[in-house]
């Protein structure tokens, strides 16, 4: 039986996917667009996980809808859901086998992280319903998007570390299901999560 999930959460699943890829990062410590010089990052033992700011995504046409008479417009219909699957996943993982409190208060050993969606540029327009002229859409993929993740003292808010830009999302045709979209959601939060523990190990020597 074909899932009854939207095609606009399943886009936004799929772009929030992307950022989070392996693909999208490598296997190392992350690279970051700009970070601050003489930062000691051993100082920093726990995280405040900020939710995940998605409430002011733009949306980009791709070139070839350009001419397009009909609206992109994208709705989030999940917006709690998705916020809970992204705080989940980081403690998860930045917490598990005696890793790093995920806590809720701001401390002078307390790093702090926000990731926003800025922008989206979907292959499909969103609320087409998964269809084109009456036939399933499955594309290489969902779009692109535009995202940042900083990392602040969380005591003094000061910006330790930028990492930004434009990914692309999937490397296999896939229909957008509940199953497969909220799967590649929690793998690629996890993903992301599993980096920055990755890089918080090494100045920790872990």
Known sequence: MKSHFSFRKALITG?????????AMADTKLEPTWVKEGVSWGQYSK???????????????PPWAEDDPNEWVLEIESLEAIQAIFRDAMKDVLSADSGYPVVYADGKDVLEVEVEIL???PWVRPGSDGKVDGMEVTTMGTGEITASVKLRDS?????LL???GDKAVGEEYKEFTTANNVANLEKMFKTF???????MDHYHDK
């Open 15 to 23: 772009f929030f996917a992307m950022m989070f890829s392996a693909t």
């Open 47 to 61: 995280f405040l996980v900020r939710p995940l700011e998605i409430d002011n995504v733009k949306v980009v046409r």
């Open 119 to 121: 922008a989206i540029m």
């Open 155 to 159: 005591k003094t808010r000061e910006l």
């Open 162 to 164: 930028l990492f930004e």
């Open 193 to 199: 999560a599993t980096r920055l523990r990755v890089s």
